[in-house]
């Protein structure tokens, strides 16, 4: 398949809308995402007010520059060659660095920082939801239908959608009325699972019932799944590099075979979506 199968409007099977604005749009993101990650990083005393803050954001920082950036530069740059694959993991990465922003803004003091994080919150919005409306669903479903593991993918978001909501719901209810006061980063952690969990469901819901829709959100969101569990695995290995706390060997374990949970259906879907590319080439 050549670049014009998905870029060119007027012939593409896949696409319903020019693409040119997210593509401008997700480059802003990336540039907005590396300048900020690369100041928290090199003056994390300037950017966080507080020492649990820096412990945690700057690692996290560094995770965005390693993992985040990359991948989405990555995925732009295969959508714009015409793969199906960087079409649909495209919004997913967005998604991701969206996860990141949310706890930012939940948790950081309103200032400079806190507004460049709104303002990057907002165009990666804006990218993931026109890329989204911009594929033919209907479309995606007809060459994936059969190839791709679609109840599994989708009984994995829905159960993983409900216990990070609801784990994040309960901890942050008891914190409330105990009147327990939760770290910053922690709470932030927990809000950003809360909208997490809320798409994750309506996504595997849509895949459940094999909803058009269904197929774009279930790979994006199921790609966002992936590289959470990624970040946290590369978070974990970089914290004690980064700030000289001890490496966390028995949560590292755990989240790593947890991770196997989403990266299993998440190969199928891949697989399947190379073969769809592949039939059509």
């Given amino acids: ?53 820096q412990s945690a954001f700057a690692t996290n ?13 990555a995925s732009v740059w295969l959508a714009w060659r015409g793969r199906l694959l960087g079409l649909l993991l495209w919004p997913g990465v967005l998604l991701y660095i969206l996860y990141n922003t949310v706890a930012y803004l939940a948790a950081l003091p309103v200032g400079l920082v806190f507004g460049l994080n709104v303002v990057l919150t907002l165009l990666a919005v804006f990218a993931a939801v026109r890329v989204v409306l911009g594929i033919d669903a209907a479309a995606v479903r007809q060459r994936l239908t059969g190839r791709v593991p679609a109840r599994w993918a989708a ?14 719901a309960f ?5 409330a009325a105990s009147s327990a006061v939760l770290p910053a980063s922690e709470s932030a952690t927990l809000v950003a699972d809360l909208f997490a969990g809320l798409l994750w469901v309506a996504a595997g819901w849509l895949l459940w019932r094999r909803a058009p829709l269904g197929f774009v959100l279930g790979a994006a969101v199921l790609f966002q799944a992936g590289l959470l569990f990624a970040g946290l695995l590369l978070f974990f290995l970089l914290q004690p590099l980064l700030t000289g706390v001890p490496f966390a060997a028995a949560d590292f374990l755990v989240v790593a075979l947890m991770s196997l949970v989403v990266l299993l259906p998440l190969v ?3 697989r399947g979506i190379i073969a769809a590319q592949s039939k059509h080439s």
Avoid at 62 to 67: D, E, H, Q, V
Avoid at 155 to 168: H, Y
Avoid at 171 to 175: E, N, R
């Fill in 171 to 175: 901890t942050l209810g008891s914190a």
């Fill in 1 to 53: 398949m050549n670049q014009t199968d998905l870029t060119s409007l007027p012939d593409s099977p896949i696409l319903r809308r020019d693409m040119t604005i997210p593509y401008l749009v997700s480059l802003i993101v990336a540039a907005l995402l590396f300048g900020l990650a690369l100041a928290g990083l090199l003056a994390p005393a300037v950017v966080y007010p507080t020492g649990e803050l």
């Fill in 155 to 168: 009984a994995t978001l829905l159960g993983l959608g409900l216990l990070f909501f609801a784990r994040a």
């Fill in 61 to 73: 920082d560094a995770t965005s520059l390693m993992l985040a950036l990359p991948v989405l530069l």
């Fill in 268 to 270: 199928g879907f891949v």
